[in-house]
């Protein structure tokens, strides 16, 4: 029912958005650093650890611990600060950013349109492999912190650990509106209780502020060969999150996002990483698990609490992620349709799919019981994080290049070490693909064999439902001529291809042998950019004094509500009463062709994926006691 289109020109791209009025910043900015920073702000729970193990193999010599340490502070610098927060935060495509963002505007502006698709599919695909093993990790490794207390809860953190994420996404379809006000002032309280955590244990060896120097990171690197590559894929797990930076672009704005990282983030992480460094210098055998060992042990239990809090913030954060990705991915043609909630009556972007929910919900819990702790699953973590960020990198190159106008030159100085950097530490990570990195690489090459199925196999279908179908304006004119019988009222006829007669509209006319007084041919189009202007949404043209042409236009951030906006059409002269108007969808059915395009596992997989889409009355919210649905079988 939907086609994609081509959207503004890519110069309407180069002018940055920031939307929100002063009066609003600061409460964007702790609302980003509830839901931007809570996945890259749990990191310090086993980022160190985990590096420094790999590193010495259990054993911390302080070369280890400076390389490892100077490796991290320069990887937030490099790739949070400089990559994402000063650079990617202004490729925004009119206020909204995010992978699928990114290849809608470089897929614009681009004359290799199916290379951009390629990389937004990969990212898109990466993304979901992330945001499965998120939840997982973040949540584990904060009850992990019960063992600390004492050793008698070892046996109850995977019980724990599911209880919180069955309850976590339990509660996703009441919607997170109420809850998210919370983010902000309790991730507030856990950078401040990290920074204050990290600076009391500082003195345990102030040596430790030698690691500022990026000379300790390149001889480690340097030194220690194979185990400094290896240890890289683990000092990965430091910026993880970062990705979000630019997802949420259109929620918060850049300013509130920038501030809040500059300000708040970025000195509690590092003082907190300083922290850990310096206790494990000072008492090498607090490298079992650093992060908790810098609290005192009284405020040990408050501790693991408020760590269980930010780790449902940040696993929160990613399935929140998801959901959005997912409707971007429908409205893009990247997957079939699937039912969309909306649980907020005054934030749109307040969504949740119950299949999507469901989905992730086995997966995460899947991977709890198989790795049962976050050592385990750590190495499962990284690989999808750092296919999205040398995918990005590829396609903010072509942004910089061909929608910014800079020459290919300079946009290559700017990104190429970037991409290195990405890809040294996406190199780092499939050295754990053995041990655990395999599980998001299937997850994310399912999704992503799905995506391309879905785009393939609707563009063939069009392509060929497009030959089969009468043109329009002769069907109009013939039926001018010789009209059938009329019966009062308005038909609306929902078409992919409004040159052509739609499929509805013929079988109506064979089978029933009337015509409406007033005749609509509607198309739902989707722009390649985020929201559409009121102004803009509705095009009518007359095409008889019985047929008119609508089309109506969305962004791929928004949910289409055919009545809704044919309420727009009313101001254009069309008089649309919805209780006087009967909207005519044509059903089809798939079988695979003899002779098909695609290979027959693909048919297949194509057609079981239309059977499973989500109801077009549903989708596109039209009132079902006014749809008339008519079959027609099609081969593939």
């Avoid at 600060?81 to 490729?91: N, W």
């Avoid at 698709?117 to 949540?139: C, E, H, K, Y």
């Avoid at 050592?375 to 040398?390: C, E, F, K, N």
Wanted: charged letters at 15%.
């Amino acid at each position: 029912m939907t086609e994609r289109a081509a959207g503004p020109g890519p110069s309407e791209a180069l002018v940055p958005v920031d939307c929100h009025p002063p009066s609003r910043f600061v409460p964007l900015m702790i609302g980003s650093i509830g839901v931007v920073y809570g996945d890259i702000g749990t990191s310090p729970l086993y980022a160190f650890r985990e590096a420094v193990m790999a590193a010495g193999g259990g054993a911390a010599d302080r070369a280890a611990v400076l390389g490892v340490l100077s490796l991290i502070l320069w990887a937030l610098v490099l790739v949070v600060t400089c990559k994402y927060v000063l650079i990617l935060l202004h490729a925004d495509n009119n206020g909204e950013g995010g992978t699928l963002t990114l290849m809608a505007l470089a897929k614009r502006a681009a004359g290799h349109g199916s290379v951009m698709l390629a990389f937004g599919i990969a990212g898109a695909a990466l993304f979901f492999g992330d945001a499965l093993i998120t939840p997982a990790i973040s949540v584990l490794s904060a009850v992990e912190g019960l063992k600390i207390v004492t050793p008698a809860f070892d046996h109850a953190v995977v019980p724990i650990t599911v209880v919180i994420l069955v309850g976590l996404f339990a509660v996703q379809s009441h919607g997170t509106a109420r809850v998210a006000a919370l983010f902000g002032p309790i991730m507030i309280v856990w950078f401040v209780v990290i920074a204050a955590a990290g600076l009391a244990h500082v003195a345990d060896d102030p040596g430790v502020v030698a690691a500022l120097d990026p000379r300790h990171a390149v001889m480690f690197l340097w030194g220690h060969g194979h185990i400094g590559f290896v240890t890289l894929g683990a000092v990965f797990l430091a910026v993880t999150g970062a990705e979000a930076l630019y997802a949420d672009l259109g929620h918060f704005g850049r300013r509130p996002i920038q501030v809040a990282w500059l300000a708040l983030v970025l000195p509690s992480l590092a003082l907190n990483y300083f922290g850990q460094a310096a206790l494990v210098l000072a008492h090498p055998e607090a490298i079992e698990n650093p992060f908790f060992l810098l609290v005192p042990e009284w405020a040990l239990i408050p501790m693991v609490a408020l760590a269980t809090v930010a780790t449902v913030i940040a696993s929160q954060a990613v399935i929140t992620g998801a959901y959005s990705l997912t409707r971007q991915a429908i409205q893009l043609g990247l997957l079939p349709r699937l039912e969309v909630r909306h649980t907020s009556e005054a934030q749109e972007g307040q969504i949740y799919l119950p299949r999507v929910n469901h989905a992730l919900l086995l997966g995460v819990l899947l991977l709890v019981a198989l790795f049962r702790s976050s050592s385990a699953l750590a190495a499962a973590y990284g690989i999808s994080v750092t296919g999205t960020m040398v995918v990005t990198a590829a396609m903010a190159f072509v942004v910089i290049w061909r929608v910014w106008g800079w020459s290919p030159l300079v946009a290559a100085a700017v990104m190429v070490p970037f991409f290195v950097i990405d890809l040294a530490f996406l190199a780092a990570n499939l050295l754990k693909v053995v041990d655990g990195g395999w599980v998001p690489l299937v997850f994310a090459t399912g999704v992503g064999v799905l995506m391309a199925t879905w785009q393939r196999g609707t563009r063939l279908l069009f392509e060929k439902t497009r030959r089969l179908e009468t043109p329009l304006d002769g069907l109009v004119a013939m039926l001018e001529r010789k009209p059938p019988q009329r019966v009062p009222g308005t038909a609306v006829f929902l078409t992919a291809d409004p040159n052509s007669a739609p499929t509805a509209l013929m079988h109506s006319l064979k089978h029933y042998k009337v015509l409406h007084e007033n005749n609509v041919i509607l198309n739902v189009v989707t722009l390649h950019t985020p929201r559409v202007k009121p102004s803009d949404r509705v095009t009518i043209e007359k095409i008889s004094a019985s047929f008119s042409r609508v089309t109506l236009r969305f962004g791929y951030m928004e949910s289409p509500n055919v009545p809704r906006a044919l309420a727009v059409a009313r101001k254009l002269g069309w008089q649309f009463d919805i209780m006087s108007t009967s909207f005519f969808l044509s059903r089809r059915l798939l079988k695979p062709a003899a002779r098909s395009s695609m290979p027959h596992w693909q048919d297949r997989l194509f057609i079981t994926l239309a059977r499973t889409a989500n109801d077009a009355t549903e989708y596109f919210q039209i009132p079902t006691g006014r749809v008339v649905e008519i079959g027609t079988q099609v081969t593939i």
